[in-house]
């Protein structure tokens, strides 16, 4: 679950407060715990110099003679033990505090080092106490014991005059005691300690688990009201802090996220667009690459057909060439030709007029040889023989006329054929002067075509380097158009990075 800035806002300023308040608690409970501790660590030395006040008693009385060994002698040997005990000062002094001790609450001890008392023998920390006493000199040393939770205070007990009576020299044993064995009354051995040493020390050991109670109970006290005050000022924040953000942040944060959400909506449309555009491109760019592909390797195939036409073109146009001169040697012998039929034709013609003048000859001769006959016949006899010439030349002008005829028919047939063929001669005559020109029409086509051809050749040769060149930008393009169909997914990634953002910013100010 996210959190509005309200909350977060509102979380954050209790957590700085509450951390303030625990920052200023914290002392300030350690600050009335070292001063109870002050207060307890005078109490003690209070006790301890209370206890001193007994002991000084009970040593001034030793001086004033109120006790003496001899005195204590006499109890020992009355067997009133403790009577000779409740003459040592210390003791004394020790009794007296442990009956304070059990009104006030507090421990009374007196660890010693060697001590006759098993109970007195010193713990780590009271032997640390005892030993950094006698090393430094000090007068008084307390500290807190963090495992009893409570505040040990010592005053060194130094050896008096009176101590030496029990703790002196055992040789003294006799004199004060009357054995040889170096024991004081109780029995206990004499050590042979020096006037003026520490051996021991008063300590008043003092619990600090009601003061921590106490300081407990005034803390959950005192966190009840911050707690309460605390509610009150976090009620009025959480209003301040709502009206400041309705009014400073949220409305124009709002219009803002308003603004870039449809910003975002059209990007991821247009994105979207451009993406599908753009895919759409590289697909028909790369399909219009192939087409290219295809359409230089045939605009290749075509300019290599280009070029043998215009080879083929070249040898056409070489032999239309050739025809032309073909068909103008064909024309000039056509006119030949039509010059000799003419002629042909003009003997034709003197022929018939011979064959016509042989005929005429041949009439005159048969009428010749007619007359003849006829006069043969009336001249009888003597014509007979005159009458077979005159015969024989009637036969011979009939065969004259008939071979007249015949070779005037032979003649009109060749008259006929002769027109014809001069009438041929000259539709061919016409026909080739008609094809020269076409030929020569064609062979001027032929170099149009040649020269157009080769024209074409060098055209599509740039044509196929100018494909050349569009496939290579076709290439380009279809690589830029996946391009920017991949910017255009990454632009639509973005927008969903900056929509996941406004969905934040509005999570963030809690719409």
Known sequence: MRLSLQTKITLAGIAILAALLASLAYPYARQIRKVAVDEY?????????QAEAVREEMEKKWADGLFTAAQLRAWTEAGEREKVVSAVPVVTAWRTAQIHAEEGGYTFRT?????????????????????????????????IDPQRNAVRYFRPIHLSETCMNCHGDPATSTALWGNAEGVDPTGGPMEGWKVGEVHGAFEVIQSLAPLDARLAANLRKAAIAVG????????????????????????PVSRMVERLSAGAAQTAHASTEISQASQELANGASSQAASLEETAASVEELTAMTQNNAANARQANERATQMRIAAGESRKAAAAMAAAVDRVEGSVKETAQIIQAIDEIAFQTNL???NAAVEAARAGDAGKGFAVVAEEVRALAQRSAEAARRTADLINITQDATDEGASCSAKVGGALSEMVDEIQAISQIFDEVSQATNEQAQGIAQINHAVTQLDQVTQANAAHSEETAA???????????????????KTLIGD
Not at 117 to 139: F, H, Q
């Open 41 to 49: 660590v005078e109490k003690a030395r209070a006790i301890d110099l």
């Open 111 to 143: 660890p010693k080092f060697q001590p006759r008392r098993p109970s007195n023998t010193p713990d780590a920390l009271e032997a640390r106490a005892l030993m950094k006493m006698k090393a430094e000199g000090l007068d008084e040393y307390w500290e």
């Open 228 to 251: 309460a005050v605390l509610l009150l000022i976090t009620g009025g924040y959480f209003l301040l802090v709502r009206w400041l953000i309705d009014h400073d942040l949220k409305r």
């Open 368 to 370: 010749l040889a007619l």
């Open 487 to 505: 910017t255009s997914k990454e632009l639509s990634s973005q927008v969903g990075h900056v929509q996941t953002v406004i969905s934040e910013l």
